[in-house]
C-alpha cells in the first residue's frame, strides 16, 4: 500500500458517519446536493473529491482547508505531517500553492502572510505606575 492510500486509510478510519456530514456539509459549494447524497462514506467522499480534481497524492490543501474549518485538528495534523515527511513540502511552501488551487483562500492571502515591518504598528510602552 503506498503511503498515500495508507493517509487516506488512517483518515477514513477515524472518520465517523458524523462527520462525514459535517465533512460534506463544510464543502457543499463543490459538492451538488444530488452527488452529495450518494456520498455514504469517507472513502467515497475521498474518491469523489479525486474525481473532481481536489485531492491527490500530491494536492491535499483542500482537505486541509476542509478539516480546518470542520475543526479536526486531528486530522489536518494527519495530513500536515505527510506533506512535511513524505512529500517534503514545508508550510511555507504550501501558502503560495494552496492560494492558487483554493478559490476561497485567495481573500485570505494577506492575513495569511506576515506583516513587512513597516506594516508592524509600534506601540509605545505601558506608562509606569509611581
Given at each position: 500500500?503506498?503511503?498515500?492510500?495508507?493517509?487516506?486509510?488512517?483518515?477514513?478510519?477515524?472518520?465517523?458517519?458524523?462527520?462525514?456530514?459535517?465533512?460534506?456539509?463544510?464543502?457543499?459549494?463543490?459538492?451538488?446536493?444530488?452527488?452529495?447524497?450518494?456520498?455514504?462514506?469517507?472513502?467515497?467522499?475521498?474518491?469523489?473529491?479525486?474525481?473532481?480534481?481536489?485531492?491527490?497524492?500530491?494536492?491535499?490543501?483542500?482537505?486541509?482547508?476542509?478539516?480546518?474549518?470542520?475543526?479536526?485538528?486531528?486530522?489536518?495534523?494527519?495530513?500536515?505531517?505527510?506533506?512535511t515527511?513524505?512529500?517534503?513540502?514545508?508550510e511555507?511552501?504550501?501558502?503560495?500553492?494552496?492560494?492558487?488551487?483554493?478559490?476561497?483562500?485567495?481573500?485570505?492571502?494577506?492575513?495569511?502572510?506576515?506583516?513587512?515591518?513597516?506594516?508592524?504598528i509600534?506601540?509605545?510602552?505601558?506608562?509606569?505606575?509611581?
Open positions: 500500500m503506498s503511503e498515500y492510500s495508507s493517509l487516506l486509510s488512517d483518515l477514513s478510519d477515524n472518520i465517523t458517519n458524523e462527520d462525514l456530514e459535517q465533512l460534506k456539509s463544510a464543502c457543499k459549494e463543490d459538492i451538488p446536493e444530488e452527488e452529495s447524497n450518494s456520498i455514504t462514506s469517507s472513502r467515497d467522499w475521498f474518491s469523489y473529491l479525486e474525481k473532481n480534481d481536489k485531492l491527490a497524492q500530491d494536492n491535499l490543501s483542500y482537505i486541509e482547508h476542509i478539516f480546518e474549518i470542520s475543526r479536526r485538528p486531528d486530522l489536518l495534523t494527519r495530513v500536515i505531517e505527510y506533506r515527511t513524505v512529500l517534503k513540502i514545508s511555507d511552501d504550501e501558502i503560495e500553492t494552496k492560494l492558487t488551487r483554493i478559490p476561497s483562500a485567495k481573500k485570505y492571502k494577506d492575513i495569511i502572510r506576515q506583516p513587512s515591518e513597516d506594516e508592524i509600534k506601540l509605545a510602552p505601558p506608562p509606569k505606575k509611581a
